[in-house]
């Protein structure tokens, strides 16, 4: 079974500074995408960055990246020069891609305050 | 450019009334999915479907209902509401493709007494 696991349900992070949100997955196939969303107070929710299983490099997206390890299954997002903005809920979720339904299973997520 | 497009955004049921939610997306996407989302569970797929006229279970397909008459239109329907489907309900929709995410609609808060 595929499961994704987000192990921090509250962080929080100064202004300008860096954090890192954590992201731990399960999967027996070979060939599978990792996705990070946001999901502001608002309640929509907004893509931020993609990670391809037989990607070389880490993805990257203005200030968002990706630390990807896939030997540990993890998939953690980096956050840099953090704004108030940044205050969110966010998720990790994965897509196997084998099974061509193109499914995303998504973890629990985690919320993140800028603090000022 | 309206994207996803979930009608209504709030609605209050009471237990075993029925009613349907829309999703309509203008990008041409063959897939569509409903999802819910609960305090602390994250988000959970209740149907989906690869392309008109197709729709398969998900995770929490129970209670639910779906169809997929016209491309563009993706309709999930509660024929008897009961107050564990008080939720926000989210529908997604992808082009399919390995890097291609899925689009989200703003969701729908379902109270159900």
């Known amino acids: 079974a595929q499961t994704v696991t987000q192990s921090q349900p509250e962080m929080s992070v100064q202004e300008a500074e860096t954090v890192t949100l954590s992201c731990t997955y399960d999967?027996?196939?070979?060939?599978?995408?990792l996705f990070w969303y946001k999901q502001p107070s608002s309640g929509e929710m907004i893509f931020l960055i993609y990670q391809g299983s037989y990607d070389e490099q880490n993805a990257t997206e203005g200030r968002y990246s990706l630390n990807f390890q896939k030997a540990r299954k993890s998939a953690n997002l980096v956050i840099s020069a953090s704004q108030l903005g940044d205050s969110a809920m966010y998720f990790c979720a994965m897509r196997e891609l084998q099974t061509g339904a193109n499914n995303l299973f998504f973890g629990t997520g985690t919320r993140l305050t800028v603090i000022p | 450019n309206a994207g996803v497009t979930q009608t209504p955004k709030f609605r209050v049921l009471k237990t075993g009334q029925s009613m349907t939610l829309l999703c309509a997306q203008d990008m041409n996407h063959e897939y569509m999915y409903w999802y819910r989302q609960d305090p602390g569970m994250g988000l959970r797929l209740i149907h989906y479907s690869v392309g008109e006229g197709t729709t398969a279970k998900g995770e929490v397909p129970d209670g639910y209902n779906v169809s997929r008459l016209k491309k563009q239109n993706f309709l999930l329907g509660l024929e008897s509401a009961a107050p564990s489907q008080t939720s926000v309900y989210f529908c997604?929709?992808?082009?399919?493709?390995?890097?291609?995410?899925?689009?989200f609609g703003d969701g729908t808060r379902l109270s159900i007494l």
């Open positions: 999967t027996s196939d070979q060939s599978y995408g």
């Open positions: 997604a929709s992808t082009p399919g493709g390995t890097n291609q995410p899925q689009h």
